[in-house]
């Protein structure tokens, strides 16, 4: 199992790699280069642009540049914002908890509700409630994020006045739980009800693949029941594809929550890399990158992990 987690991390430090030279040559490239919010500016002179090079040392050649980048980022140094001068990381971090809270919240609902009802369509296949969990399924992925969070506001926020419409606490009710709870059930809901939909419909695949098992069969005829046939035979082979899809899901997640945070007016992370990309701070959306990269990357890596911890053959590949 080592070995195998070893030969992952070896895989994921070239893919790193690759994200940096080309998020780094990305920003170079792009309208304005890495100083768009200085060159943009009619207001700021030529010899203004050229000293603020000098202070960032964009003087130098670019791979000059980069690796000093690059060293910076692996040493937690990851520069300073363009308005306010604060390190980047700070910045970030600060974000981090309010994002993690609201992905965790939405995908933890999702998993179970996606679960039940792709499990219970399964059983119950070409029942009326599979063909109703299918219906809304499609109609789930049919229409984005967006859309969703604005009828979520139109109905629960301003004609039923059940839920705030954004933020995360009332003025004045900073730290309370409740008044934070209230807050997060409009964005988790929006966020939550397209992944509930994928959810369904792979653990309903990845179900009735296995029930028709001849070693399902087996236990029916050992005489086990329904619910330890489920859960004691069916769900550990049924899980696999659905601990990857995990992984493949999270980048998705991520792009969801940068539209609910805007949204809701969430501070979180997405709500971050819009103000960053509105305003140019290049060296904010250059640390996001990096950091969601690595999210991104790791939580590959454990959902790798968790398929190779349920079936051993996965580890000799």
């Known amino acids: 199992m080592l070995q ?27 309208p304005g280069g890495p100083l768009a919010v200085y060159t943009l ?56 908890p309010a994002t993690l809270l609201l992905m965790g919240s939405a995908l933890s609902i999702a998993i179970i509700v996606g679960l039940l009802i792709g499990v219970l369509g399964a059983v ?17 992925l049919s229409f984005p994020t967006f859309w969703f969070g604005l ?18 606490y009332e003025l004045g009710a900073e730290g309370d739980p409740l008044d934070l709870l209230r807050h997060l059930v409009l964005p988790t809901m929006v966020l939550a ?20 098992q001849d070693y399902i069969r087996t236990a029916r005829a050992k005489g086990l029941r329904g619910p330890a046939i ?25 792009s969801g929550a940068l539209v609910a945070e805007t949204i809701f007016g969430w ?20 640390g ?3 950091f969601t990269a690595f999210f991104v990357i790791f939580s590959n890596l454990l959902a790798d992990i968790g398929v190779a911890l349920i079936d051993p053959r996965i580890r000799l590949g």
């Open 193 to 212: 009800l397209v992944i509930v939909a994928t959810w369904s419909r792979y653990a309903r695949s990845s179900f009735l693949e296995v029930i028709h």
């Open 41 to 96: 500016n009619p207001t700021i002179t030529a010899q203004d642009i050229e000293r603020i090079k000098i202070v960032f040392g964009l003087d130098q050649p670019v791979h000059v540049q980069y690796f000093k980048w690059a060293t910076g980022m692996f040493t937690g140094s990851w520069g300073y914002t363009f308005f306010g001068g604060r390190p980047v990381l700070g910045v970030i971090l600060e974000r981090v």
């Open 288 to 290: 996001m990158m990096m």
């Open 124 to 140: 119950r296949r070409y029942s009326l409630f599979d063909y109703l969990a299918t219906t809304g399924a499609i109609f789930a």
């Open 4 to 30: 195998f987690i070893v030969k992952r991390i070896l895989h994921a430090i070239p893919l790193m790699i690759g994200v940096s030279l080309i998020g780094f040559a990305l920003m170079h490239l792009a």
């Open 230 to 254: 489920l859960f004691r035979h069916a769900f550990p082979n049924a899980a696999k594809p659905l601990i990857a899809l995990l992984g493949v899901q999270l980048p998705f997640l991520f």
């Open 151 to 168: 009828m979520a506001i139109y109905i629960f926020a301003l004609n039923l006045r059940w839920l705030p419409s954004g933020g995360m």
């Open 267 to 286: 501070p979180g992370m997405g709500r971050l890399f819009v103000d960053a990309l509105t305003m140019k701070e290049n060296p904010v959306l250059m």
